[in-house]
């Protein structure tokens, strides 16, 4: 299994099992079905497409050599490093 796949899919068991002990989880991912949003973590070597239905579907954004092949369309698009995720908890500092 390559490196990116296994990271992802780790994130998304990890983050679809946290939304299911929530009871209102269902009720905001509707708000967000159909969206998507790519973090670039400046520590990965790839971004990271987070799509959004009754669950998250998390995958790697690798863009291959040929050029035919565009990057996703995505809603909102986050770049940072890893020292700064823990400030996005804090309303204030966005």
């Known amino acids: 299994m390559p490196f990116a796949q296994l990271v992802t899919s780790g994130i998304e068991f ?10 209102e989880s269902q009720h905001r991912l509707k708000k967000l079905s159909g969206k998507s949003l790519q973090v670039t973590i400046r520590e990965l ?3 990271l497409l987070f799509s959004f239905s009754e669950q998250v579907d998390v995958r790697a954004v ?12 995505v809603d909102c698009s986050i770049e940072l490093n890893l ?7 804090d309303n204030s500092q966005l």
């Open 83 to 89: 020292e700064t995720l823990p400030k996005l908890k």
């Open 62 to 73: 690798i863009t291959p050599s040929e050029p035919e092949n565009e990057a996703p369309s």
């Open 45 to 47: 070597p790839w971004p």
């Open 14 to 23: 990890a983050m679809n099992q946290l939304l299911k002990l929530d009871d």
